[in-house]
């Protein structure tokens, strides 16, 4: 049987994106991971009205990794479920960090994403480079109310 795992980052400790990892794990059967900072975003730190704000500045180099509590450890899975918010219609530079510190090849990575209006668009061919011999999927939006039924269906069609 494949052994899945849910991995996901969450700027604000919680919310949407959280409630949807955990709704997706559950769903799936998989493990639960939290791609944490070492250092936590404040609120400041996440307004992308600010040019000087650190997700506009991490946005803005794309050679940014910010520091992860613990590199991503993939032994034993089959699938991994990526989360994130989208910011600036892709996923943050955290996301790449977490796939740069682990070992994807053979890996099948399906990123979800929330967002209060965007899509995934083409986040999965910007994260593509930070784990080319992953197995990537097109992954899909996890916004609003999540049906724990189509969830699992969802979860075992990847």
Known sequence: MAKKL?????ASGGGVTRRAAEALAAAAGADLVEIAPVEAYTAADLDW????SRSTLEHKDAASRPAIRQA???DGYDTIFLGFPIWWYTAP?????YLESGDFAGKTVVPFATSGGS????TVEDL??????ANWKPGRMLNGRLDAA???AWAEEQ
């Open 6 to 10: 849910v991995a996901y980052f969450t």
């Open 49 to 52: 009205r600010d040019e000087h």
């Open 72 to 74: 991503a450890n993939t």
């Open 93 to 97: 530079q955290i996301i790449r960090t």
């Open 119 to 122: 899509e995934l668009g083409g």
């Open 128 to 133: 593509r480079p930070s784990a080319p011999a």
């Open 150 to 152: 189509e969830l699992k």
